[in-house]
Structure formats: structure tokens, C-alpha cells
């Protein structure tokens, strides 16, 4: 089975790649459209029926009306010139908060919008709360519903924040929002600059690791390019399956699966490149389409084995009681199908359609390689291998020493970043309120009995 999926792709490589090329490039669009309707962002739908927190969840969508995807946040109206709040601005921020709640929030629409994207235009929620002890502002209830990981989901807090602020500026009245979706989009316009920063550092130092090891660029940017569209189609793969078994993935399973795929991935990938380079050198009289047979059909099989055991590690999670980690079991294990799918065709189809110029401009192929430093190192372990084992313990207790020093926090609030305008309304309502009142929990009371609650 191995030898023949490899063998047809070194056979038509063209067809391979142009197959790939179409539905690969085609599912991971799909994938990305259709991502925010798969996922739910609600930890507590995945946990057990037994749980208080399913329970209540569950009182409060049969009883309340409550919605799994409703994004509950509290809006801050104060005085722009710092002074208490009188009656009259009461009544003028009640009737603002009147007029938003009638008002529809259309969701914008821009070039960068997806195709098949969700429209999340709606009219929000929007109820007075309460008033600070001192006058010094006053919270407005408001709940939007939408995922709240979905880009067009947070362009539409976007749009109604900038409506409140309008609406409330012509008043003199100032305005700050917190909790839920207001966290998630302070948070992510403020990391946004890092994560590109560090997107871009991780693939120029993958890159470059590649180019000091075979002396290649198409060597070095081929495997990126190779995983990103393979680990596309693995998306859009997960993200199908979801939508026609009617099961929601984690908001986190995406990226974990991103994770998961580039490191598999481009260690495939480095398998069959290390094998093919020692072919080419061995024997020079042979073609590059012969060599990429006969390498992916002795690497196809390490490279399955590897992987088939990567799919049973993660679909033992199928059967966890845990939700988040029986969905993203199953998940990951289908993703890796996909990867050694392409690992097993995309990759030698790559590798018979460039041959030798896979190296260039190397002259690796031209001569035998010396011992780098792995071989010495190897030679070393060989000749003290107690010695290597304990200074190998030393080192990995010293990095390990850092652990002392983690200070673990289980608050939901307390690993964003404290500069975001969120975080600044959070503390402002902290000043004259409890903490917990920017973002209540809700505690639901039923009868034991099943019968009604006196009031």
C-alpha cells in the first residue's frame, strides 16, 4: 500500500501536484471560512452533564433563553470632565442605553472579509446594571452573540463600541467596556504586532537552520510551503467532519493542530530530503524520479509507522470524560491522516519533479561528506556513555531549576494584558466596586422537588 501510493506519486508527479494544488489549496479555504461556525467557544459545553457548571448552563438555555455563543460585557458611561453623575445623566445614559439596544449593528464588511463568512449583524442587548456608590459612573449590561474567536465577530463589537461611544459623546458622558469579547479584542489588537513579530522570527529561524544544512534554498523553503498547504487541507478536512457529525470543536483545537502539523510535517519532510541527498550521492547515475521512488518507499514506511502512532496516542482521547479533550483527539488524529497522506505523495512527486536541483547551488552531491558534529559527538557518547548520562542529568536539572520560580494563577483575568483598555475599565470599576462586577458569575437556584421557587 505504502510502495504503491509512493511509486504513483514519483510515477505522475504533475498530477499529484496539481491534485493537491487544487483541493488542497481549496479545503484550507473552506476550512478557514467555515472555522467559526465548527468551534465553540464556551468551555463549559464541554464538560460533564454532572458538573454544577453544565448544569447551570443548562438551566440557563431552557429556563432563561440564555444562547451558548451569547457574549455577555459591561459598559462603563461615565463624565468626560470627572464629575458625579446627577438624575438627569442617569436618565441620559438609561435612555443611550435604550437606543442602542433598538438600534441594529451591521457587521462591516471589508476586501480582507472571507468568503462564506458569517454575517453577525444584529441588534445587542443593552440594560442598566447599576451605579457606582460614589456616582462616579454607571454599568450598562450588553450581550452580543456570536463566537467570539470569529474576526467578523469581533469587527462587530468593533462597530458597536464605536456607535456607544458616539452615542454617549454627544452627552458629554465618556465610555469604557470590559469582560468577554471586550478582553478577547483589546488583547488581541495589543498582541498583534508581537504575534507577527514572532510568526516571522519562527519561519526566518526555520528557514535559515535549513539553508546552513543542505546549502539550499529550495531545499530550505520548499517543506514550509509543502506543510502549509497540506496542513490547510488537514483544516479543512477537521473542520468538514465537524460540521457534518454536528460535533463542535474547542476554540483551541485549531491551533493546536497548526502546532502539531509544522513540527510533524517538516520532520517528514527532513526524512525523505536527508535519504534522497544520500541516494543522489551514492549513486550519480541515477535519475531523480528513480531516486525518489526508491527513497520514498524505504522512508514511507518510517514515515507511517511514526504517524500511524501518533493517530492512536490522540484518539485515546476520544474516550476522555472531558469534552475539550475528547474532541481534540480525534481531531488531531484525522489532521495527522491528512499530513501523512501528503508525506506519502505531495512530497515525493516534489522530489521526482526537481531531482537535483533540489540541492543547488550545493556541490554536496559532488563529494563525501566529512564529520560534522554530530559524528563527533557521537563518537564521544560511544566512548563515555556514564559520563555523557550524568552531565546530561546536570544540565537538564539546572534548565529544570527555573520551575521554582512558576507562581501558577487559575483566574481568568489575570493573564491578559494589564495595559489594554479593558484591563483600565476593569480597575476603574474595581475602585468603587467589587472586582467580580465588571465580569459576574451567575448562580441559578432550582427546586429540588422540580417544582416552582417562592419568591
Not at 274 to 283: G, M, P, V
Not at 347 to 370: I, N, Y
Amino acid at each position: 500500500m505504502i510502495r504503491a501510493l509512493t511509486g504513483f506519486a514519483t510515477r505522475s508527479p504533475w498530477k499529484v501536484i496539481a491534485l493537491w494544488a487544487v483541493l488542497g489549496i481549496a479545503m484550507a479555504v473552506l476550512g478557514q471560512a467555515f472555522l467559526f461556525r465548527a468551534t465553540q467557544p464556551s468551555a463549559g459545553e464541554f464538560l460533564p452533564a454532572t458538573y454544577d457548571s453544565a448544569a447551570a448552563l443548562k438551566v440557563a438555555e431552557e429556563h432563561f433563553g440564555v444562547k451558548p455563543d451569547a457574549n455577555p460585557l459591561t459598559m462603563l458611561v461615565a463624565r468626560a470632565d470627572g464629575a458625579k453623575l446627577s438624575d438627569a445623566d442617569e436618565r441620559r445614559i438609561d435612555d443611550g442605553a435604550a437606543k442602542l439596544a433598538r438600534r441594529e449593528v451591521a457587521m462591516p464588511k471589508t476586501k480582507e472579509t472571507p468568503p462564506f463568512t458569517q454575517d453577525h449583524s444584529q441588534a445587542p442587548r443593552v440594560s442598566p446594571a447599576m451605579t457606582a456608590p460614589d456616582r462616579s459612573f454607571r454599568l450598562l449590561s450588553v450581550e452580543l452573540t456570536g463566537n467570539p474567536m470569529d474576526p467578523a465577530m469581533q469587527d462587530l463589537y468593533r462597530a458597536f463600541r464605536d456607535q456607544a461611544r458616539a452615542e454617549f459623546a454627544e452627552a458629554g458622558l465618556r465610555t469604557g467596556f470590559t469582560a468577554g469579547i471586550a478582553d478577547s479584542v483589546d488583547t488581541a489588537d495589543a498582541e498583534k504586532t508581537r504575534s507577527k513579530v514572532v510568526g516571522i522570527a519562527m519561519l526566518v529561524v526555520i528557514v535559515l537552520l535549513h539553508v546552513l544544512v543542505f546549502r539550499s534554498l529550495l531545499a530550505a523553503l520548499l517543506p514550509l510551503l509543502v506543510v502549509s498547504v497540506i496542513g490547510g487541507a488537514a483544516a479543512g478536512v477537521v473542520v468538514g467532519a465537524s460540521l457534518l457529525t454536528g460535533v463542535q470543536l474547542d476554540a483551541s483545537t485549531p491551533q493546536l493542530i497548526n502546532v502539531v502539523l509544522i513540527g510533524i510535517g517538516i520532520d517528514y519532510f527532513l526524512f525523505l530530503l536527508f535519504r534522497f541527498r544520500e541516494q543522489l550521492r551514492d549513486r550519480p547515475e541515477q535519475t531523480g524520479r528513480a531516486a525518489a521512488a526508491e527513497v520514498a518507499g524505504r522512508v514511507g514506511t518510517a514515515v507511517t509507522s511514526a504517524a500511524l502512532t501518533i493517530v492512536a496516542a490522540f484518539s485515546t482521547l476520544g474516550v476522555a470524560s472531558f469534552g475539550q479533550f475528547r474532541v481534540l483527539g480525534p481531531a488531531i488524529a484525522v489532521s495527522v491522516l491528512v499530513m501523512l497522506l501528503g508525506s506519502l505523495t505531495l512530497m515525493p512527486a516534489l522530489l521526482a519533479v526537481t531531482g537535483r536541483r533540489m540541492f543547488w547551488p550545493s556541490r554536496g552531491l559532488r563529494r563525501e561528506p566529512s564529520e560534522g558534529v554530530a559524528g563527533r559527538m557521537g563518537r564521544r557518547v560511544a566512548k563515555r556513555p556514564v559520563s555523557m548520562v550524568l552531565a546530561s542529568l546536570a544540565l537538564l536539572g539546572a534548565l529544570a531549576a527555573g520551575l521554582t520560580a512558576i507562581h501558577t494563577d487559575y483566574g481568568t483575568g489575570g493573564g491578559g494584558d494589564t495595559h489594554t483598555a479593558a484591563a483600565r475599565t476593569a480597575a476603574e470599576i474595581s475602585h468603587a466596586l467589587p472586582a467580580g462586577v465588571s465580569d459576574p458569575t451567575t448562580v441559578f437556584v432550582t427546586a429540588s422537588d422540580g417544582g416552582r421557587i417562592d419568591p
